[in-house]
């Protein structure tokens, strides 16, 4: 392990640990102890089945997603990860009755840092640790129910512009249509379609794995 | 308050305060003359909005459904509550920064008990409370997105046939297009193409505001 990287995720960790109030001073050192630092690269998958129970995942550095997979591969995103956030790696980790078949993606060469299940055990009769996943649990269940109705109730230009405030990078995404589509829960063909016209009306420029916005007002109120 | 309906709360009720092993006697009793015994009426709807905070509401008989609507008036059923299961009736009971815009529609008349949320904060810190409601937002997150899975990845005709299997009565869907395309998160023509497929098919009949099963085998292998 990299000392800094050592000391990044410590202070970051120690923070989250502090804020469940644990008085108990060997807790908190197994805890510490526990965390394995983990990086991961751009397009890593990590498979959350109902078979495994990984444990917590706090993301340091990076951004990734979760999303659904059908059996004809068409994709739907979820919900997004950045620098700072956590997610649960299985809902088998704290209960066993559960099934949910998702898939957790990097976006980039992300730093992470994973608490295994073996302390989330330990923490379920931890009050705090117990709100702290009724909010973590509220705001994914939040987070999906507006995934619901975005990808039924609004049109693929909507998505797209949704996807691009947030993602983009100097005001490009880079990103084939392939992938974007996947993105957006949509076919490529219905995405390039889309993405021709919005290049008409001067609102992006179609380049080779990249899309340059060109007119970031004009996206904003795509609907 | 009918005493018949009482004790039937009385029971249900209790067992679900048994089962969160509470050992203060007074909080017991507490809980038990907080609640508050409420029937509502078939289509009778409560607005889960930001701004109230209702409580737990507890199905003692009847049905009810969840479901997210669009400003255009389209809907789309998230989960279903029959009669034993329970329904936090806003996140914002528990915490304040979540929003979840949804309504909860009784589908018959329906009997219910609904535990005010001023005894939720009390129970805020009750370790075994706190584990139920995890167990309860992890199911309603895996609920979530198997319908997201299902309203993106599958056919009107398997969506359907998942309704009908699940909702029908000796056979029947009582019912009318509209309200079964509201359900569906369809429109109500798409649905009267399929369903006239489908009579075609020898699979159901349309009656007015009823749909009669003809071949419940054949119904189950929609896909």
Same mark, same amino acid.
């Given at each position: 392990?990299?000392?800094?990287?050592?000391?990044?995720?410590?202070?970051?960790?120690?923070?989250?640990? %502090?804020?469940?109030?644990?008085?108990?001073? =060997?807790? #908190?050192?197994? !805890? $510490?102890?526990?965390?394995?630092?983990?990086?991961?690269?751009?397009k890593?998958?990590?498979?959350?089945?109902?078979?495994?129970?990984?444990?917590?995942?706090?993301?340091?550095?990076?951004k990734a997603r979760i999303f659904s997979l059908s059996k004809q591969g068409r994709e739907i995103d979820l919900f997004y990860l950045d620098a700072g956030e956590c997610?649960?790696?299985?809902?088998?980790?704290?209960?066993?009755?559960?099934?949910? %078949?998702?898939?957790?993606?990097?976006?980039? =060469?992300? #730093?992470?840092? !994973? $608490?295994?299940s073996s302390i989330l055990h330990i923490l379920k009769d931890n009050i705090i640790f117990q709100n702290f996943l009724t909010h973590l649990l509220t705001k994914r269940l939040s987070q999906t129910i507006t995934t619901l109705n975005i990808t039924n109730f609004k049109s693929l230009s909507y998505k797209f512009s949704q996807f691009a405030l947030k993602n983009m990078q100097n005001n490009?995404?880079?990103?084939?249509?392939?992938?974007l589509s996947n993105h957006l829960g949509s076919t490529r063909e219905?995405?390039?379609?889309?993405?021709?016209? $919005?290049?008409?009306?001067?609102i992006v420029k179609n380049l080779r794995k990249e899309i340059k916005i060109q007119d970031i007002d004009a996206l904003k109120n795509l609907n």
């Open positions: 392990m990299n000392s800094n990287r050592g000391l990044e995720m410590h202070s970051f960790i120690a923070h989250w640990i %502090d804020s469940l109030m644990l008085k108990d001073l =060997d807790l #908190k050192q197994h !805890i $510490l102890k526990a965390l394995v630092n983990k990086n991961f690269i751009n890593e998958r990590l498979y959350i089945d109902t078979q495994m129970c990984k444990g917590l995942l706090f993301i340091l550095d990076g997610c649960i790696l299985s809902a088998n980790c704290v209960y066993n009755s559960v099934e949910m %078949d998702i898939i957790l993606e990097f976006m980039q =060469d992300t #730093k992470t840092a !994973i $608490l295994p490009s995404l880079y990103i084939t249509h392939q992938e219905s995405l390039t379609r889309l993405l021709k016209k $919005l290049e008409k009306q001067g």
